[in-house]
């Protein structure tokens, strides 16, 4: 099996004509190629009216090594597939191993697949509710009404990416990926996920996906328990030993023994970073970034990145991805959402957090995208390996109060942020974020350094993106929330410094979104499978 990239095809061409455009870009004759499938396709709609799809094709030939040969200047090489190496290896140390998985993310819920391949069958803890109940319980919050702090766009079943636009793109090129994206397909997802180049799930599918692995891993055995939050660690002579857990609904209060814990917390678990900081895990700060919401009216956003094709149906809802940097510090969009919603996303009592969120079919009246700018480890006053979160939430609590201290978020046009005058109105932009917003001044809570760069890098988008800069788009704050402040430190082989504790995903630091968080947790699950083989 052979794979092909960077073959240009015109947005309208069918299935028909693929072998045709293949047969210019190799420039091989009399080769007779078979199988021809789409593994990838990303649209290029720089040179619009004129958009293509850059794709890639795997298909099979007779004589592959003279395609190879004579396509040395052309992207062409072996398909490579990832297989799991430790499949059935550990079933006769069932019942006497059980590892402990905290957290339900995409790194949990990975890992526990592959441990539960090889033959164990993991505990998963979940502070969060199940994602039935879970989903009531944010839209409850987003009616008006209270906060859970346990089950929340943060917390439950499926992690925080559960609520978001279920993006799948990951700027690490690792084999796994594919494999990744093929499992969410056979646990309900859509199947265009294997082939655009800007696979998003949506999170009308994430609801059934994740329902359809947690019951996988119920049918191999596995246990998951919900309501359920880690409290403390059983550590005795720098060894797990155990956890501690108490019930969010009811209080009650159990004891999990394990000698593998692995923590997928995510990077919200605040109390979790304490307590590890408390047990003596080694800990170090890095970057991470805050910022706002953007929102445009999504036909304006199909209307710059489209030109006069921006009606036209064969074209997906339009995306953007854009970065500056004013005074050498990083700005740049983020989380973008074609056709999707500013949701509240907080997970603390007084603290207003913003996300972005979309449904499958991306159709909503809206287009928005984080705008982040760089925090960087001395941006931070003291030593503290923690000071990162408590900048995170000082930043959140004083949205809450600008907000009306009723979760509403703090909002403004983007004409009078540049301007440093509060909002009394939207314009035709209108606040998709709920419970609801508070018309502010963003200015007067963001750290100069923030508000500035911001300022600066608006100008510079709309260079780039002409049409961008647009007084009536709507800022809506705060964004914290995009990765991790802190790192878990880790040796080669995933282990933290406490022998038999993972750290993977977000919340570890080693991961920023739903990929490279599950490629995270299968890392984990070999490691942990290569240990117990050699022990």
């Not at 655009?196 to 994740?210: E, M, Q, R, S």
């Amino acid at each position: 099996m052979l794979k092909i990239s960077n073959v240009k095809i015109p947005y309208k061409a069918n299935e028909k004509q693929w072998k045709k455009y293949i047969f210019r870009k190799i420039r091989v004759k009399d080769i007779d190629i078979s199988d021809i499938k789409l593994i990838r396709k990303s649209l290029d709609s720089r040179e619009s009216p004129d958009i293509k799809y850059v794709c890639s094709f795997s298909f099979c030939a007779k004589n592959e090594d003279i395609i190879l040969k004579k396509c040395k200047d052309v992207s062409v090489f072996k398909s490579k597939k990832y297989s799991f190496e430790y499949e059935d290896k550990l079933t006769y140390l069932s019942g006497t191993v059980s590892p402990v998985i905290v957290g339900t993310g995409p790194s949990g819920l990975f890992c526990a697949l592959m441990l539960s391949k090889a033959g164990l069958c993991p505990t998963l803890i979940e502070r969060g509710e199940k994602v039935d109940q879970r989903k009531k319980s944010i839209e409850n919050f987003w009616d008006g009404k209270a906060l859970d702090d346990n089950s929340n766009v943060q917390f439950g079943e499926g992690g925080a990416g559960t609520f978001s636009d279920g993006k799948l793109t990951c700027g690490v090129n690792d084999i796994r990926m594919d494999y990744i994206k093929e499992e969410f397909v056979r646990f309900g997802s859509p199947e265009d996920i294997l082939t655009n180049a800007k696979p998003h799930i949506g999170t009308d599918y994430l609801y059934v996906t994740v329902k359809n692995i947690r019951e996988e891993l119920q049918k191999r055995g596995c246990k998951v328990l919900f309501d359920t939050k880690m409290c403390d660690m059983d550590i005795e002579n720098g060894q797990i030993k155990g956890i501690y857990t108490e019930n969010s609904k009811t209080g009650e209060e159990s004891y999990i023994s394990c000698s593998h814990l692995i923590c997928a917390t995510g990077h919200s678990s605040r109390e979790t970073y304490e307590m590890m900081k408390e047990k003596g895990f080694l800990m170090e700060r890095k970057p991470f970034s805050v910022g706002v919401r953007i929102e445009h009216k999504r036909e304006d956003i199909n209307k710059i990145q489209y030109k006069s094709a921006f009606e036209d149906n064969f074209l997906p809802t339009a995306d953007y991805k854009l970065s500056s940097h004013p005074d050498c510090r990083g700005v740049y969009t983020f989380c973008m959402c074609p056709g999707g919603y500013v949701v509240a996303s907080a997970s603390e009592k007084e603290g207003v957090v913003t996300n972005g969120m979309s449904y499958y079919r991306r159709d909503a009246e809206n287009s928005n995208s984080a705008i982040l700018v760089s925090v960087l480890p001395d941006d931070i006053e003291g030593d503290d390996v923690l000071g990162g979160m408590y900048f995170q939430r000082d930043l959140e609590k004083k949205a809450f109060i600008l907000g009306g201290k009723n979760y509403y978020a703090p909002c403004q046009r983007l004409g009078d942020f540049l301007e440093s005058k509060a909002s009394m109105k939207s314009g035709k932009v209108l606040p998709s974020y709920m419970p609801g917003v508070r018309y502010a001044d963003l200015n007067s809570i963001l750290p100069t350094f923030v508000s500035d760069a911001m300022r600066k890098a608006f100008y510079d988008f709309d260079k780039k993106m002409k049409g961008f800069l647009q007084s009536d788009a709507l800022l809506t704050g705060v964004e914290t929330r995009s990765s991790a402040p802190v790192r878990i430190i880790r040796d080669e082989n995933g282990e933290s410094n406490i022998k038999g504790v993972y750290p993977v995903g977000e919340g570890a630091g080693y991961a920023g979104g739903i990929m490279s968080s599950a490629c995270d947790g299968i890392k984990c699950a070999e490691n942990i499978c290569r240990k117990l083989i050699m022990q």
